[in-house]
């Protein structure tokens, strides 16, 4: 499959698009750097810029993709533009494309408001991914799923999970990363909201139960 990964140069990204090639997908990144990022023949790159219109994303993604990744974010410096429009825009863009399948890595607790804490430091950053979700939900056509993992950490991953979860916990970034691979093409969790977090499951057991 050709696959589209929007923030393939981030923490999540860069090991999303690993797997990705690894398993013979054809990988589209996207970063803002300017050195290519895998040398891998499967592996080809493009500048999109999440600040330009949902028409000029399309036109920029190639023909051939079936899929969207979108692990992109600002980490706080451009939460409206980036985390929060730039989303929205991509999934125009996708639908434009002629694209169904997408995949959007979120937070817990994105779309339960009650449960966030106002004085945190990722408040602003809740808000936008709020509103991003309930897009994709509410005001596209997509094949989509929402993962929604607790707090990151660069622990090693332990290649088990616990999914459909209602409380928060940590996510080694490479599970995170093993679980957005799996859910690829897995017809089970299209239209699904899935919190996750560290568990005792193994991740192909807990995808297989979705």
């Known amino acids: ?49 999440l600040e330009k219109s949902a028409e000029d994303l399309s ?28 989303a929205i825009k991509s999934m125009q863009a996708a639908e434009m494309a002629g694209i169904k399948r997408y995949v959007m890595l979120s ?16 408040y602003d950053y809740m808000i936008a991914k709020h509103y991003a979700d309930q897009w994709l939900i509410k005001n596209t056509d997509l094949d989509y799923t929402i993962l929604q993992p607790g707090s990151l950490t660069e622990n090693a991953g332990t290649g088990e999970v616990e999914l ?22 897995l017809k089970s969790s299209f239209k699904e909201v899935i919190p996750m977090r560290s568990g005792d499951t193994p991740i192909k057991n807990a995808l297989a139960n979705l």
């Open 59 to 86: 036109n920029e993604i190639p023909s051939d993709v079936e899929a969207v990744y979108f692990v992109s974010g600002s980490r706080g410096k451009d939460l409206l533009n980036v985390d929060l429009h730039g």
């Open 164 to 185: 459909k979860v209602q409380e928060h916990g940590e996510n080694p970034i490479e599970d995170v990363a093993e679980v957005l691979f799996g859910l690829l093409d």
């Open 107 to 122: 937070t817990i607790y994105s779309l339960q408001p009650t449960a966030w804490d106002t004085s945190a430091d990722l």
């Open 1 to 49: 499959m050709k696959v589209l990964v929007i923030g393939a140069s981030g923490r999540v990204g860069q090991k999303l698009t690993s797997k990705l090639l690894e398993a013979d997908h054809q990988v589209v990144g996207t970063t803002r750097k300017d050195e290519k990022l895998f040398e891998a023949n499967n592996y080809s790159q493009i500048a999109l810029d």
